[in-house]
């Protein structure tokens, strides 16, 4: 099939190495003329496990060509995805700016029928919208086209989305045309061949799903984290208490990791975005609320920690941070909890050594000024970061990370002191070597220190 691709970023990027691999022909269009010039010249301007390779290959099959022209795109693709992003507004509700700005693109340059699906996470009521949109700009034109609009949200995990986008748990169509389900089903036949996963339902159902997704796992984890502060004042160890309640099928163990707070492009904004959406129609949204404050103030616990073992004497500190990503295997570092700890921490006087295995080229994107002026150093190894260190934080789950040398570190640290955001260790053990634990919920409180 011909598929064109608004939106060349995590989602559309994938998504579009994804579908041509299984043998379509692909037209990726964004409006930054930068990333196609680098994807033109073989360069993939994320990092993703297994996305350079897909790209390549497909790119050499000739399946896989990028533009800026949304003309060329509409041109293209029988089906044309909406994968831009919509980031959080003024208020916290969904700004489809972009979205909005692909549909009108599609009404200026709409030839005959086409199936637009909407990729990105968007409100309810968004493909009406899209539909309006579309609609108003042919009646400018005085011309009239078929097409439809579907809900399709993608549910991708960074660091894990092309294996996610290969073997999806489920494929949400959102939509009550049947030539659309038609085409959606034979677009996702390669990925869905050994059992049904393609759920078909109405189109606001669908927008909403995603939502409810997104918030479920953020629920989980405000939770998890709420516990770690109780197990903490009570003496308690939260990883014992986590093995325990995950045991229980009817809750298990996945997203009930305590840790320094939840990050990235996709939970902060689609929870603040579903809480919207509620107070926009008159319904409640306590718990939404809620799982968003217990998160702001998580995201502060390994500043107050350090803080709190220095006695509020930071200025002139040197904190070594493993870590930037907001989780593994991605250099994403949209809302991640590193980037609260980092900018407390030059609040404060303190300077920061930095290394993550891939996140440093964005931490230098994002913090030029504090890379000139030295509060933030990014080093390449977890032992150059500890380099004239007075404490370790840790604000990443890096694989590399885990099993570090608890001597060398002893050594290296001024201050003998880790402060671990996401529960790495054992603490008898890493006491063993002379070294202070602080992680959360369990190992030395704040009260101790
Ligand atoms: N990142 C994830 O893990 C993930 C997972 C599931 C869903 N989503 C959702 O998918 C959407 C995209 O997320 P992302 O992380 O890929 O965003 P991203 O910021 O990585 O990429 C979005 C891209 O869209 C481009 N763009 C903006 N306006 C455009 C236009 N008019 N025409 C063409 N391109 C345009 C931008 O230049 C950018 O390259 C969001 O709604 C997000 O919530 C993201």
């Not at 999806?168 to 169509?173: G, K």
């Not at 049904?196 to 998890?224: H, P």
């Not at 931490?363 to 150059?384: D, I, M």
Request: hydrophobic share 45%; charged share 25%.
């Amino acid at each position: 099939m011909r598929i064109t691709i608004f939106g060349t970023g995590y989602v559309g990027l994938v998504t579009g190495a994804c579908l041509a691999d299984s043998g379509n022909q692909v037209l990726c269009i964004d409006i930054d003329a930068g990333k196609i010039e680098r994807l033109r010249a073989g360069e993939v301007p994320i990092h993703e496990p297994g996305l350079e390779a897909l790209v390549h290959r497909n790119v050499e099959a000739g399946r896989l060509t990028f533009s800026t022209s949304a003309a060329e795109g509409v041109a293209h693709g029988l089906l044309i995805l909406i994968a831009v992003g919509t980031p959080p507004d003024e208020d916290g509700s969904a700004d489809l700016r972009h979205v909005l700005a692909v549909a009108r693109s599609i009404g200026e340059h709409l030839d005959g029928y086409r199936v637009v699906i909407d990729k990105s996470t968007v409100p309810v009521g968004t493909a009406d919208k899209v539909r309006t949109t579309i609609d108003g700009v042919l009646a400018t034109r005085g011309v009239a086209h078929d097409f439809d609009v579907v809900s399709n949200p993608e549910f991708l995990k960074e660091g894990a989305a092309v294996a996610d986008f290969l073997k999806p748990d489920r494929v949400i169509v959102g939509t009550d045309a049947p030539r659309a389900i038609e085409l959606l089903r034979v677009l996702y036949e390669p990925f869905t061949r050994n059992r049904e996963r393609l759920m078909v339902m109405d189109v606001r159902s669908a927008e909403l799903t995603k939502y409810a997704a997104n918030a479920m796992l953020a629920t989980k984890i405000s939770f998890i984290n709420e516990l770690a502060g109780i197990a903490e004042q009570v003496g308690a160890d939260i990883e014992k208490v986590r093995q325990g309640i995950g045991s229980d099928s009817r809750i298990g163990y996945s997203f009930i990791y305590p840790g320094a707070g939840y990050g990235g492009s996709c939970f902060p904004k689609d929870v603040q975005a579903l809480a919207r959406t509620a107070a926009g129609v008159g319904a409640g949204s306590q718990l939404l609320q809620a799982v968003e404050a217990v998160n702001a103030r998580q995201k502060q616990v390994l500043f107050e920690r350090i803080s709190n073992f220095f006695d509020r004497k930071l200025e002139g500190k040197t904190i070594a941070l493993w870590g930037l990503a907001f989780k593994p295997n991605t250099d994403d570092m949209r809302e991640a909890p590193s980037r609260v700890l980092l900018e407390n921490l030059w609040a404060t006087g303190a300077r920061v050594q930095a290394y993550d295995p891939v996140a440093g080229v964005e931490a230098a994107r994002l913090y030029p000024k504090q890379c000139s002026s030295g509060e933030l150093v990014l080093v390449n190894s977890t032992t150059a970061a500890l380099q004239g260190a007075d404490a370790l934080a840790i604000a990443t789950e890096w694989q590399e990370f885990r099993s570090p040398d608890f001597e060398g570190l002893s050594v290296a640290l001024r201050h003998k002191a880790i402060f671990d955001g996401r529960n790495l260790y054992d603490p008898a053990h890493v006491a063993r070597f002379g070294l202070r634990y602080f992680a959360i919920g369990r190992g030395e409180s704040v009260k101790k220190s």
